[in-house]
């Protein structure tokens, strides 16, 4: 499965745009991996933003009564 997610604020003033994406992949009937990235603004001490990034990586399995 993928997922795409992308956002944007303050368009006509001061526009900043963010993306992230989402991957699961299904190994077992009860296990997947999945890994995650996308970007981030951080407020600085002038009071502009910085972009920077995050990600990571996980398994997880489902659970069937």
């Known amino acids: 499965t993928l997922v795409l ?3 944007a604020v303050g368009i006509g003033v001061m526009p900043r745009y963010s ?3 989402e991957a699961r992949v ?3 009937r009860s ?4 890994g995650y990235a996308g970007t981030v603004f951080t407020p600085q001490q002038n009071g502009s ?3 920077g ?3 990571g990586v996980g ?3 489902d659970v069937e009564k």
């Open 5 to 7: 997610r992308a956002g």
């Open 19 to 21: 993306g992230q994406v």
């Open 26 to 28: 299904r190994l077992f």
């Open 31 to 34: 296990f997947y991996l999945l």
């Open 49 to 51: 933003l910085a972009r």
């Open 53 to 55: 990034g995050y990600g």
């Open 59 to 61: 398994a997880g399995f």
